[in-house]
């Protein structure tokens, strides 16, 4: 990874939440899709705490940080092959889907790379009006026919962002793919960064017209069959596509094969799930976060340590760090953010201290 974009910074006066990062306009989720999200999340979020017996090998720094930490639900971390932290303090516990939030971005990213490796797409330079001209509005904003499949997945299309303030409007909308598209142009496609939700929804849907299949259907067969995850279905938009880049569902041990996944080059249990060549673009820094300081990839945060991370809402982390060896899972609550400068800054000296010491 290239070190030059890596890096986070924990003091950063720009708060993610508060300007939408982590997809919400406010500290609360918008109810509107609290009331549409899938049951079986809800379910689980609502369930009576899960009270786990703590794995007799869990380091005491790391047993006693995450039982100072309110908002974690669970923390899996894997060495090589074998599971050394499995904790479940609070929550839904570790066999019990969660929602992953905006982990659910860089989910998005691995079925991108599936794509082209399958010739839907034919590489990360095709643009929207070539491989996917049908879900252009006809008062689409000028020049969004020309966004690649690049631009989206690293968050660089230039329109402006449908989270933060934007983000009730967006998804009271008619027409989630058509409101991004008609967001204006504030940035030079390809440029700096721009977190939007809509613009992993765009790439969603370009995703869905290049297969012919809907997210759903990609993100089991690509990923939930191989690796024996449970993904049930999510939230769709007004026109049936299934959200991209928000709201998707796993539980805490199959977020934890999806990092072992990134750790292994793509290969799962003997196999090449992603190939590897994807997944090396997916951890070269092509553009920084303005909030948290942290590289981005394609569809994956990097750090500065050396950990390739997924970061949803509230402090959901799927994270994997291959020159050691490690990948990790942790849920935290939904519904409380999890900002640079508090909880995920917390959760990054988790990382980066006494998780990253196991090695």
């Not at 049930?232 to 299934?242: L, N």
């Amino acid at each position: 990874m290239s070190s030059g974009l890596l890096g986070w910074k924990g003091e950063c006066a720009c708060d993610p939440d508060r300007q939408g990062l982590m997809d919400m306009p406010s500290d609360r989720p918008h109810p509107m899709l609290t009331r549409r999200a899938f049951s079986v999340t809800l379910l689980g979020a609502m369930a009576t705490p899960f009270v786990a017996r703590a794995f007799a090998q869990t380091p005491s720094d790391i047993r006693s940080r995450i039982a100072n930490m309110s908002q974690l639900h669970a923390i899996l971390v894997q060495r090589g092959d074998e599971i050394i932290v499995a904790e479940a303090p609070r929550g839904p516990g570790l066999d019990r889907v969660a929602n992953i939030k905006s982990c659910s971005k860089s989910i998005i990213g691995l079925l991108t790379g599936n794509a082209i490796a399958e010739g839907a797409i034919p590489s990360v330079n095709a643009t929207i009006g070539e491989i996917a001209p049908s879900i252009m509005p006809s008062n689409a904003t000028p020049g969004v026919e020309d966004l690649t499949v690049e631009d989206l997945v690293t968050l660089r299309a230039g329109l402006e962002g449908t989270s933060g303030r934007n983000y009730g409007a967006w998804v009271n909308s008619d027409n989630w793919v058509s409101f991004a598209l008609r967001r204006p142009m504030v940035a030079t496609p390809g440029g700096r960064m721009i977190y939007s939700t809509g613009t992993t929804h765009i790439l969603g849907a370009v995703l869905t017209v290049a297969t012919g299949k809907s997210l759903l259907e990609q993100a089991r067969a690509v990923l939930g069959q191989p690796l024996g995850i449970e993904i049930p279905a999510w939230t769709q938009d007004p026109q049936g596509y299934y959200f991209g880049g928000n709201q998707m569902a796993m539980t805490p041990r199959g977020m934890l094969r999806i990092a072992t996944l990134m750790r292994d080059q793509g290969r799962f249990d003997g196999d090449q799930i992603i190939p590897a060549d994807w997944i090396d673009q997916s951890t070269q820094a092509h553009t920084r976060s303005p909030y948290s300081g942290l590289a981005y990839g394609y569809g994956w945060f990097l750090s500065r340590s050396g950990f390739i991370i997924a970061r949803g809402y509230g402090g959901q982390i799927i994270a994997a760090h291959p020159e050691k060896g490690l990948a990790l899972a942790i849920t935290s609550d939904p519904t409380s953010p999890a900002r640079s400068g508090g909880y995920f800054g917390q959760l990054m000296d988790l990382l980066e201290g006494p998780v990253l010491s196991l090695t």
